[in-house]
């Protein structure tokens, strides 16, 4: 699991780092992502159904977790 760390960064940017991330391990299966902005939370499962990944939120405190796998 590739762990991928986005806090700090606001909306766009920490959509736009996690699909540069995806394209630098296109092997990759799962990533579990943190990051801090609220937006997150309807963002990143937003781009996963677009693209057909699954997309489940760890926690929110005391940042954003989210764990997200190919399908």
Do not use: W
């Not at 920490?14 to 630098?24: D, H, N, S």
Request: with cysteine; net charge neutral; glycine share 2%.
């Amino acid at each position: 699991m590739q762990k991928v760390n986005l806090i700090g960064l606001k909306c766009p940017m920490p959509l736009i780092r996690f699909k540069k991330t995806l394209a630098e391990f296109p092997c990759e299966a799962s990533f579990e992502v943190f990051v801090d902005d609220p937006g997150a939370l309807s963002d990143f499962p937003a781009f996963c159904r677009k693209f057909k990944y699954e997309c489940h939120v760890l926690s929110e405190e005391p940042h954003i977790t989210l764990q997200i796998n190919r399908s």
